[in-house]
């Protein structure tokens, strides 16, 4: 026999006692051993009907509270606290804005907006909308008289 024949079947021998090495510690992790179980003598027994009976007891107490109290039952509820209402805010004063200008020189007609309205009004020097009067119309302002007081409107404020 050769030398290289008989290393050979020492390696082959070499790896299957390896292969059998790890099979034996896989099974021996992998396979569950068998439980402990301690002796009955040891555990206290548990006497069920007691035990029953003890919650019976239990539930009986709330029973009594309940029926004294209802849970859902108007009684429950906490007294209604009455808040004072407070006044309702006046309304906001209704504001004059000036939309637009047409025309040139004494023929121009100055387009307004109420703040309490979207409709738009064409008005003309000495011209009155509610509570405004108009004084002068210039190519980028209007002068209006509101309850004695002078303002100035420009486009856009």
């Known amino acids: 026999m050769t030398q290289a024949t008989s290393s050979k079947g020492l390696g082959w021998l070499i790896g299957a006692g390896v292969l059998a090495g790890f099979c034996a510690a896989s099974l021996w ?38 029926s004294e109290r209802p849970l859902f039952h108007a009684t429950r509820r906490p007294e209604p606290t009455a808040t004072p209402e407070a006044p309702p805010a006046p309304p906001p004063e209704p504001t004059l804005a000036l939309v637009g200008i047409l025309g040139e020189g004494d023929a121009r007609i100055a387009l307004v907006r109420t703040s309490t309205s979207p409709q738009l009004y064409r008005l003309e020097t000495n011209a009155t909308l509610g509570p405004w009067e108009v004084l002068e119309i210039t190519d980028r302002s209007v002068r209006v008289l509101k309850d004695g007081n002078e303002q100035t409107l420009r486009i856009g404020e």
């Open 29 to 66: 992790i992998w396979i569950p051993r068998a439980a402990v179980v301690p002796n009955a003598s040891t555990t206290p027994t548990v006497d069920l009907a007691a035990r029953v009976q003890a919650m019976d007891e239990k539930l009986a107490g709330f029973i009594e509270v309940t």
